[in-house]
């Protein structure tokens, strides 16, 4: 899938740099400042491969890549650029979000760190710096959403936005292949179409043609009063067939608006706060009609896009623009708001703290603003760029926009639903010393479910405890590991009561030596396997911490099989399983001159049962021991 910010709407023209004019970057530089960014990009390329890649060049290629959305490459072409003097600060902002797009989490934690100390009064470097290990937690947390692609109206190309007026469904998309391409991501430019509501699915789009609302260059986001009599929606600066740019030769996003006359949408309008120096875009309607919200790099705004709001008068006409406050709007860019007919606003934001990308925000309605913003967390949010939400609360039903993995096209609208709160239980644990009883803090506490998958990792506080969320009637694992101790794990059983309590034992690292071996809890290898196990490493890891306590400690790894199997294959699958467990141990930072391995296959056995063995004698067999060879 083709990733892209949504057009028309991220303002690109606040963030163009003073572009270097000189005769080899002249013709990308110039489509560049004209938002043709994947025209650009292949310009910038043909540079490199003349050799001609300068680190302007790198940055303009990650700016590029960065504003259609492909994060993998504008993390490459960052890279070149971030450890060098006198970095933008945006630039590295940018790097950083690449990074945490593409999943990196500490190296994005180490680049908003700088960027916080290039720029530490900025609202985003000050909500990082709040809480910089926010991303695990945000992403630990159950999702609210529940969003499922509309397969019937989503297409290759981009699909956005969602209004639902009656059984009407009002969205836009770059399906229409007649139009010509637009140079920002090589679709067609937007137009907007109309679906139905049949039987609760919507279906059967078609372009909205009956009207004069469509015209050859972009439409976009749309809002329709309450009495379904006017729709504002969002173009280029395109009216009465001229087609305006601002003085850098740039055409702009504007407002209009339309009547619905004689059963079609005509009459369009210029609204009185359009300009073609900068844009305004994506109207919203709060419930009673009276307050249009919209978007706009105006200047007097905090960053890239600001969004406003603007009185509605009775004649329809509107008053003066104000900005929303600055728990609002950030230095990054807010788009896409929405109201809801509880007066909340939602809206989505690259500036407030997200997974990646656009982010969809809540803030509740309070007083003549906004309250705190809330981000929406997983289900409605990704790593990829999440928008245009749409929601009804009393229905609990509403409409996303993303291009996550998994859809159809560049962009996709979603059905979203407000999920049942799931039953969960508190667990408590509390990680002690086993002889002293005394609390241990700073232990890393991880919780797993039954098939070993982890689901959340915490570190114990001075009374040695943490709390960890769970579904009722489901058995966990908790595993603790602290350094100069032993690690344990237990099992917190099913329950469907609120909370449940657990307590995990750690010896002094020292109680695993017994006379000449390291005495761990058995390893064991799946039948005619040699991987380590997620439960081999965690009792390896003792082996590690022990080793790394004592750095003259030399061990010998011997591994031995059960008696299933010719003696040839056990000694070469012994073998085998003796190589991953040193290998895992020299992975973990021990120098490979500590650690050997070597396998016995079945010729000691630790039951001599022959072919009368059990399965509990068999497995018992199939082990691995540590013998200290110096110490």
């Known amino acids: ?114 960027f916080a100390k290039a720029l530490p009064n900025d609202s985003r470097a000050i909500e990082f710096m709040k ?61 907007i179409y109309k679906a139905e509501d ?47 740019k601002s003085a850098e030769g740039v055409n702009q996003i504007n407002i209009f608006y339309a009547e619905w006359v004689d059963g079609k949408w005509q009459d369009v309008q210029s609204v009185s706060i359009n300009s073609s120096e900068y844009s305004s875009g994506h109207p919203a309607l709060s419930p009673d009609g009276n307050t249009l919200y919209f978007v706009s790099d105006m200047p007097g705004g905090m960053g890239m896009s600001d969004i406003y709001k603007v009185a509605v008068k009775k004649d329809g006409s509107l008053g003066s623009p104000v900005r929303l406050g600055a728990n609002i709007n950030t230095e990054g860019k807010e788009v896409f708001p929405f109201i809801d007919t509880n007066g909340d606003l939602y809206f989505a ?68 639903k407000k999920l049942e709160p799931p039953c969960e239980v508190q667990m408590f644990v509390t990680v002690v010393n086993e002889y002293t009883k005394a609390p241990l803090a700073g232990a890393r506490v991880d919780f797993y479910d039954t098939l070993g998958n982890k689901l959340s990792t915490k570190t114990s506080g001075e009374d040695g405890s943490v709390t960890f969320i769970a579904e009722c009637d489901i058995a966990h694992e908790v595993q603790a590991v602290l350094t100069e101790f032993e690690s344990n794990a237990i099992t917190m059983e099913k329950a469907n009561n609120t909370t449940i309590e657990g307590r995990i034992l750690l010896r002094p690292i020292e109680e695993i030596i017994v006379d000449d071996k390291v005495v761990l809890n058995p390893i064991y290898f799946p039948l005619d396997k040699s991987n380590i196990t997620p439960k081999a490493a965690f009792e390896l890891d003792k082996l590690v911490a022990l080793m790394k306590k004592y750095p003259n400690m030399v ?58 063995c059990t399965e509990a004698q068999h497995q018992q067999n199939r082990r691995s021991e540590f013998i200290i060879v110096k110490r």
């Open 555 to 612: 061990i010998k790894a011997e591994s031995h099989t059960d008696s299933r199997s010719s003696d040839k294959y056990n000694l070469e699958l012994s073998e085998r399983r003796a190589q991953s467990t040193v290998q895992y141990v020299i992975s973990k930072g021990i120098d490979a001159s500590r650690i050997s391995g070597e396998g016995f296959g079945e010729s000691k056995p630790k039951i001599a049962c022959g072919a009368n």
């Open 1 to 114: 899938m083709k990733k892209i910010y949504t057009i028309l709407f991220l303002f690109a023209l606040s963030t163009t740099l003073c572009l270097a004019q000189n005769k080899d970057t002249k013709k990308a530089d110039a489509l560049y400042n004209r938002l043709q960014y994947t025209d650009a990009a292949q310009a910038y390329q043909k540079l490199l491969k003349k050799g001609k890649g300068s680190r302007y060049v790198f940055e303009q290629l990650g700016n590029s890549y960065y504003n259609i959305n492909d994060t993998k490459k504008s993390e490459t072409y960052y890279k070149r650029v971030v450890k060098g003097r006198n970095v933008n600060p945006e630039t590295v902002y940018n790097y950083a979000q690449s990074l945490k797009a593409n999943g990196k989490f500490s190296d994005y934690n180490i680049y908003m760190k700088q």
């Open 131 to 191: 809480n910089p290990n926010y991303v695990p937690k945000l992403m630990e947390e159950r999702p609210q959403f529940s969003a499922t692609n509309m397969k019937e109206i989503n297409t290759e190309f981009s699909e956005f936005g969602g209004v639902l007026v009656g059984k009407d469904f009002y969205f836009s998309s770059a399906r229409n292949t007649t139009r010509k391409k637009y140079g920002w991501n090589e679709e067609p430019y937007l137009d």
């Open 198 to 244: 049949v039987g609760g699915t919507i279906k059967n789009a078609e372009l909205l043609e009956n009207g004069d609302v469509n015209t050859k260059y972009h439409e976009g986001n749309i809002a329709i009063t309450d009495d379904g009599k006017r729709m504002y929606f969002d173009r280029n600066d395109y009216y009465r067939g001229k087609y305006d």
């Open 349 to 416: 934001s690259t500036g407030h703290m997200g997974l990646g990308g656009l982010d969809v925000f809540y803030a509740p309605a309070e007083g003549d603003g906004f309250g705190a913003v809330k981000n929406l967390g997983p289900g409605i949010n990704t790593s990829e760029d999440d928008f245009a939400f749409i929601y009804n609360p009393n229905t609990e039903l509403g409409y996303l926009s993303s291009n996550r993995t998994g859809g159809m096209g560049s962009d996709d609208i979603y059905t979203t």
